[in-house]
T-cell receptor, first 112, second 110 residues
Framework: DAKTTQPNSMESNEEEPVHLPCNHSTISGTDYIHWYRQLPSQGPEYVIHGLTSNVNNRMASLAIAEDRKSSTLILHRATLRDAAVYYCILRDATSTASKLTFGTGTRLQVML | NAGVTQTPKFRVLKTGQSMTLLCAQDMNHEYMYWYRQDPGMGLRLIHYSVGEGTTAKGEVPDGYNVSRLKKQNFLLGLESAAPSQTSVYFC?????????FGQGTRLTVV
């Protein structure tokens, strides 16, 4: 499976935008870029995913580099409830059962 | 709509005891998964299933067995628990794009 590299931790101020980077230089043409987050003491929850084009939903935006070797998850206005571990995951569209391989993610701290 | 429900939420086992963790989903998903998460680490896939009656090994299957007799249920069994199996266990289900996770089962083996 192609791997992703994320910073271990990041800090943000409340009400400000947050840009969470992810490098995936060995991404293949059939890999989708998925983001999940895990709030304290909870299971992971889906945030967003994309293939080539930038994507927006009610939770976040996903900006994908033109060469697809990196991507950025954008939280437009961070709140205290966004403090979580954010995982960038490559999912091979051709793989059996759409398995997800988690790394250690980025721990986001949101400061008042 | 409950989503993915895991039973129990907490359990303490003695070394050598057996137990079964139950995962139930009400979204008619084909795919189901069992993960474990150790402190400071990401989730690791134990076993998964692509449909009723099918199971397959994931990244860390040793010491665990699974069964998927009904589409909505995925059972994870520990036949002889070991301290190394102390972990938080998460179940998930999916149709192929977005995965939905349960709240986890915190298992301690003493």
């Amino acid at each position: 499976d192609a791997k992703t590299t994320q910073p271990n931790s990041m800090e943000s101020n409340e009400e400000e935008p947050v840009h969470l980077p992810c490098n995936h230089s060995t991404i293949s043409g059939t890999d989708y870029i998925h983001w999940y987050r895990q709030l304290p003491s909870q299971g992971p929850e889906y945030v967003i995913h994309g293939l080539t084009s930038n994507v927006n939903n009610r939770m976040a935006s996903l900006a994908i580099a033109e060469d697809r070797k990196s991507s950025t998850l954008i939280l437009h206005r961070a709140t205290l409830r966004d403090a979580a571990v954010y995982y960038c995951i490559l999912r091979d569209a051709t793989s059996t059962a759409s398995k997800l391989t988690f790394g250690t993610g980025t721990r986001l701290q949101v400061m008042l | 709509n409950a989503g993915v429900t895991q039973t129990p939420k907490f359990r303490v086992l003695k070394t050598g005891q057996s137990m079964t963790l139950l995962c139930a989903q009400d979204m008619n998903h084909e795919y189901m998964y069992w993960y474990r998460q150790d402190p400071g680490m990401g989730l690791r896939l134990i076993h998964y299933s692509v449909g009723e009656g099918t199971t397959a090994k994931g990244e860390v299957p040793d010491g665990y067995n699974v069964s998927r007799l009904k589409k909505q249920n995925f059972l994870l069994g520990l036949e002889s628990a070991a301290p190394s199996q102390t972990s938080v266990y998460f179940c998930a289900s999916s149709l192929g794009t977005e995965a939905f996770f349960g709240q986890g089962t915190r298992l301690t083996v003493v």
